[in-house]
């Protein structure tokens, strides 16, 4: 396959991008917080499963949601 043909799609944006690009929200996993557990649950309401794709920067826009919440939840209690 060319290395050159986007032939992914991002679940947010539906842009198309290179099958090497892809995000998912598992790569979330080795963040400091939240736990994972708890991004998968955020996730979950989002109806986004662990092996979505996403592209660079709606990756980056989903990471910043989940711990923009996170950090909301955590100054509540």
Avoid at 13 to 29: A, D, N, R, S
Avoid at 34 to 44: M, V
Avoid at 47 to 66: P, Q
Wanted: charged share 25%; net charge positive; aromatic share 16%.
């Amino acid at each position: 396959m060319n290395s050159k043909t986007k032939n992914a799609q991002c679940k947010r944006c539906l842009g198309m991008f290179k099958e090497k690009e892809i995000y998912t929200i598992q790569q979330l996993q080795y963040r400091k917080s939240p736990s994972y557990q708890w991004t998968r649950e955020f996730f979950d309401v989002l109806e986004i499963g662990e092996w979505d794709s996403f592209c660079e920067s709606c990756m980056n826009y989903h990471k910043k949601i989940s711990h923009d919440i996170w950090m909301k939840y955590c100054n509540s209690i």
